[in-house]
């Protein structure tokens, strides 16, 4: 099991806008590894390449019995490679999100109820899934992650912005 070094808020590889993936290279599959035993460890739902130094446009979701969020419903482990939302649904929620990357705080962002996105996985195939809810809601956050783009930067309103331990709303 490797488990790598989370990248925080202010490291300039979280601003950056992460490169395509070559999906024949030989170190994804090894980069991916990394990031799952990454993300298990430090219980999140989901991580993107970028938090763990990584430049590329690799995406994981997985939500099994989480202590950080326990109100979620369960998610099998997803890998995607360059994904791509393709269809934002005009409708949107706005509820609280955490990221690894900002320890202990967490923050209410607007976003779209569902989504429709494209990826390809690790055998090469192109996949096109519609999801909703906390799922679409993780993969909008994480792809996010790939374009530079961090939670606190889509927060309408900043007073839903603290710590897990003293928010009263959370
Ligand atoms: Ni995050």
């Known amino acids: 099991m490797t488990v790598m070094s989370i990248k925080k808020m202010g490291d300039p590889l979280l601003a950056r806008q ?50 950080r969020y326990p109100r979620a419903s369960r998610i099998e482990l997803n890998v995607l490679i360059n994904p791509q939302i393709i269809n934002f649904s005009a409708q949107k929620q ?36 519609s999801v909703n809810g906390f799922y679409a809601r993780i993969i909008q956050h994480e792809i996010d992650h790939l374009d530079g783009v961090l939670y606190p930067q889509r927060m309408d309103d900043c007073s839903a912005f603290g710590y897990e331990d003293s928010l009263p709303a959370y």
Do not use: F
């Open 94 to 129: 706005s509820d609280w999100e955490g990221c690894l990357s900002l320890p202990e705080l967490r923050g209410k962002v607007t976003r779209s109820c569902h989504i429709t996105y494209r990826a390809k996985t690790l055998d090469g195939a192109t996949i096109v899934n």
């Open 18 to 67: 992460a490169k395509r993936v070559d999906l024949h290279s030989e170190q994804l599959i090894a980069d991916v590894s990394n990031m799952i035993d990454t993300m298990r460890y430090y219980q999140g739902v989901g991580l993107a390449a970028p938090q763990i130094g990584l430049s590329k446009r690799i995406i994981i979701v997985e939500v099994d019995h989480n202590i």
